[in-house]
Every structure is written in structure tokens, then in C-alpha cells.
């Protein structure tokens, strides 16, 4: 049992690891943090990051994307929510 969980344990943290951007991502302009922005639901009150990318692969096609998320409202985002 104890075995299993371990397995399991260890397989979601290398799925997390490889989610983060790599320093080659950022340098190409496909993860800017910059270009994350923070709003909150007037109806529900939750707050929710907001991140687009764009890139060019090899073969000179653009293509880009758009995700958000909950994230927690905390002092940091209430700050974010407010800048211009």
C-alpha cells in the first residue's frame, strides 16, 4: 500500500515539474509573466489569473493560446487587481 502511494505521489510531482516554463520558453516570449493579468468576479468574488501567449514554430505558423485559473484573493492580487 504504502508503495502504491509512493508511486503515485512521485508520479504527480513529476507532472508538476513539468508543467513549469522552461528558461527557453521564456526567453522566446511564450511565458512572459508579465502578461499575466488578475480580476475578480463582481457575482461571486473570486479572483482569477488570466495569461496568453503567442509563438512562432519552425515552420513560421503563429499560434497562441489563452488560460486563466482561481487563485486565492490574497493581499498580493488585491494589489494586482487595483494597478493600471
Do not use: W
Not at 502578461?35 to 468574488?45: E, L, N, Q, V
Amino acid at each position: 500500500m504504502n508503495r502504491a502511494i509512493f508511486a503515485a505521489t512521485l508520479l504527480v510531482l513529476l507532472a508538476l515539474a513539468a508543467c513549469a516554463p522552461s528558461a527557453r520558453d521564456v526567453e522566446r516570449g511564450e511565458y512572459d509573466p508579465a502578461r499575466i493579468a488578475y480580476f475578480r468576479d463582481s457575482r461571486t468574488g473570486l479572483c482569477f489569473a488570466v495569461s496568453s501567449y503567442s509563438r512562432i514554430d519552425t515552420g513560421g505558423k503563429v499560434s497562441g493560446g489563452l488560460s486563466h485559473t482561481a487563485v486565492p484573493c490574497t493581499q498580493q492580487v488585491e494589489a494586482l487587481l487595483r494597478a493600471p
